[in-house]
């Protein structure tokens, strides 16, 4: 008795859970931000999906999303704050001096991410890290 008992958990324990899933709502291009009307949360079972609308919503969408289908954590990624070619701040501090002057980005990031910027007065290619307010911090 106690055999078959252990046996129905093992084999039953081999089925995923169901829970609270992320599907999308409507055909969803590469490098489009998600909004509350592109996501809609369904009971199904998968493991690289969503079960938190709020974890969805304000990303970016790395790959095509389709109507209907789950939506897995590798097809998405924090929205670029900064885009190619944006005109942004350069900001560099060190011991308590501050200065700033313009750049261009040459590619697209994410507040915490490192880009390449050009530095507009000099034309040198540097790297830097966006910040939240949209600059770039320059380090050495």
């Given at each position: 008795?106690?055999?078959?008992?252990?046996?129905?958990?093992?084999?039953?324990?081999?089925?995923p859970a169901f829970a609270d899933i992320a599907i999308a709502t409507r055909n969803i291009r590469?490098?489009?931000?998600?909004?509350?009307?592109?996501?809609?949360?369904?009971r199904g079972a998968a493991k690289e999906a969503f079960s938190d609308p709020n974890d969805v919503i304000g990303t970016e969408a790395k790959t095509a999303l389709y109507a209907g289908r789950i939506i897995k954590r590798n097809q998405l990624t924090?929205?670029?704050?900064?885009q190619?070619?944006?005109?942004?701040?350069?900001?560099?501090?060190?011991?308590?001096?501050?200065?700033?002057?313009?750049?261009?980005?040459?590619?697209r990031g994410a507040v915490g991410q490192r880009i390449r910027v050009m530095n507009l007065t000099s034309?040198?290619?540097?790297?830097?890290?966006?910040?939240?307010?949209?600059?770039?911090?320059?380090?050495?």
């Amino acid at each position: 008795m106690i055999r078959s008992i252990l046996i129905i958990f093992c084999w039953l324990g081999s089925f995923p859970a169901f829970a609270d899933i992320a599907i999308a709502t409507r055909n969803i291009r590469p490098g489009e931000i998600l909004q509350n009307v592109d996501v809609l949360m369904v009971r199904g079972a998968a493991k690289e999906a969503f079960s938190d609308p709020n974890d969805v919503i304000g990303t970016e969408a790395k790959t095509a999303l389709y109507a209907g289908r789950i939506i897995k954590r590798n097809q998405l990624t924090a929205a670029a704050s900064v885009q190619r070619n944006q005109i942004v701040e350069l900001v560099f501090t060190n011991n308590g001096l501050s200065m700033s002057t313009e750049g261009r980005a040459l590619g697209r990031g994410a507040v915490g991410q490192r880009i390449r910027v050009m530095n507009l007065t000099s034309k040198t290619s540097i790297f830097g890290t966006v910040e939240r307010n949209g600059s770039v911090r320059v380090s050495k």
